[in-house]
């Protein structure tokens, strides 16, 4: 399997790692700033070497197209792709709007060319032990998830509406929306509300935000995100569920079950170390990369694909619109 990759920054540097772990052919990069390309190509002996993704399907001889740009790009980029008959994995927010994600989709339903959003946490150790453990829990009232930085926030693009489309929700609290809805078996959302303001950089978008999801499980799921927040309560992504019978939790990975005729809580482990090293590891994206390449081999929709994507595009959407609007967006 030939890769390409579209854009030389931080998590391209983790993906073409993932690629090389899984014994993929690292083929061919686009990327606008020769001092990112230049050191990229050489750590990963990639010889292709193009400005844009246009000129990079124009060459051929990739089989798949990792993007990891300014979520500008992700739509154009990941469009050229899948039209041009090359599988696409496209970082998270897939687009920078449900428009641009449901093109997304179209491009892939004519090509036949897959699409897979990376939704890394669906790949990781502690969250596949607790949807595992989650059906101990009975029925899941709530969830509380948030995906923050503490004192820490991102500059450049990011930080920039137009090459961004939103801010710490798009970027961070994305992650606990999918997390949440991974854990709860993929729900549709029924209704959002949201309070989402700039308070603590003086932002283009967005730095902190509370989010409450109606799912028609009849869960309800609150969420924050954030940027430069005083304070988290744990790592920069985390997610509770208040079940019926008990409480589960991410990070440390456990679950607490009421024990009423023993008068006690027991606690499960999952025994996944905690704090552990890095919060966001390798193996999280080498998982990531495995699954999407198995995808293609055996031709099989990847999930999460273009539908989960464009869930979490209209979900953030809304978050904005409620925000703004002061009032609840239901969903037909
Ligand atoms: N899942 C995760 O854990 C995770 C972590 C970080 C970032 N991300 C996502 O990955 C994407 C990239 O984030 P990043 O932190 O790597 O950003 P980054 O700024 O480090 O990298 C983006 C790269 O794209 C390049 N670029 C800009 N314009 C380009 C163009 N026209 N053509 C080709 N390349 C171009 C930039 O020069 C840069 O090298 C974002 O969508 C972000 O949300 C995901």
Known sequence: ????????????????????NNGAELAAVAEKFVEKVVPFGKKFRIKQQYETVEQMLAAGGVDALVIGTPNFLHAPQAIAALQAGVHVLVE?????????????LAASAKSGAKLMVA???????DVNWLKAQAARLGKII???????????GPAGWFTQKALAGGGALADMGIHALDTARYLL????????????????????????????VEWDN???????????????????????????KGFGQLFPTRLL???????????????????????CPQSMYDAQMAYFLACIQSDQTPVPGGLEGLVNMKIVQAAYESSRTGLAVHFQ
């Open 257 to 279: 079950l009421p024990n009423d005729a023993a008068q006690k809580v027991d606690e499960v482990k999952s025994g996944f170390k905690f704090p552990r090293k890095e919060h």
């Open 92 to 104: 998270k927010p897939m687009a920078m709007s449900v428009a641009e994600a449901e093109k997304m």
């Open 218 to 244: 009849g869960t309800t799921s609150y969420i924050e995100s954030g940027w430069w927040q005083p304070y988290s309560d744990g790592p920069e992504a985390g997610t509770q569920l208040y079940g019926e």
């Open 1 to 20: 399997m030939k890769i390409g990759f579209a854009g030389a920054g931080y998590i391209i540097n983790i993906h073409a790692q993932a690629a090389r």
């Open 119 to 125: 939704h890394c946490w669906r790949f990781d150790q």
């Open 185 to 212: 078996g993929d729900p549709q959302p029924v209704s959002v509300y949201a309070k989402i303001g700039t308070h603590y950089k003086d932002y283009d978008v967005d730095d902190t935000g509370v989010i409450l």
């Open 142 to 152: 709530r969830t509380k998830g948030y995906g923050v930085h503490s004192n820490w």
